[in-house]
C-alpha cells in the first residue's frame, strides 16, 4: 500500500512563490506516475501537473503550464511542485496522486491534500 503525504502550503501573496511537497512510501511498482490536482470550493477537482517516475517525463494543465514545476527526487521517493506566479484563483487544496500505471486514466493513491491560499 503506496502512502502519499503532502507539505508546505500555506498563505502567499499574489505574485509570490510557494514549493509543495509529497513523500511516498510503499511504493512498489516499476511503471509508476506521480502528479498533483487542486480543488477550490465549489469547483470540481482540477488536474495540475504529472511526472512519469523512472523517465522524468512532465505533463501540466493549461492554466499552470509556465508557472508550475513538478520535478522528483528518487532517492527521497518525493515529488515537488514549484509554483511561481501565484494568483489568487491559485488558492484551492492541492492534493498529490499516484498511480501505478503511467497510461492509466485513473489514480491508484491520493493524499490528505496540503491547503494553498494566494491573497491578492
Known amino acids: 500500500q503506496v502512502q502519499l503525504v503532502e507539505s508546505g502550503g500555506g498563505l502567499v501573496q499574489a505574485g509570490g512563490s510557494l514549493t509543495l511537497s509529497c513523500a511516498a512510501s510503499?511504493?512498489?511498482?516499476?511503471?509508476?506516475?506521480m502528479g498533483w490536482f487542486r480543488q477550490a470550493p465549489g469547483a470540481e477537482r482540477e488536474f495540475v501537473s504529472l511526472?512519469?517516475?523512472?523517465?522524468?517525463?512532465?505533463y501540466y494543465g493549461g492554466t499552470v503550464k509556465g508557472r508550475f514545476t513538478i520535478s522528483r527526487e528518487k532517492a527521497k521517493n518525493t515529488v515537488y511542485l514549484q509554483m511561481n506566479s501565484l494568483k489568487p484563483e491559485d488558492t484551492a487544496v492541492y492534493y498529490c496522486?499516484?498511480?501505478?500505471?503511467?497510461?492509466?486514466?485513473?489514480?491508484?493513491?491520493w493524499g490528505q491534500g496540503t491547503q494553498v491560499t494566494v491573497s491578492s
Open positions: 496522486a499516484a498511480k501505478n500505471s503511467i497510461t492509466s486514466p485513473d489514480y491508484d493513491y
Open positions: 510503499g511504493r512498489s511498482s516499476s511503471s509508476y506516475a
Open positions: 511526472i512519469t517516475w523512472n523517465a522524468g517525463i512532465t
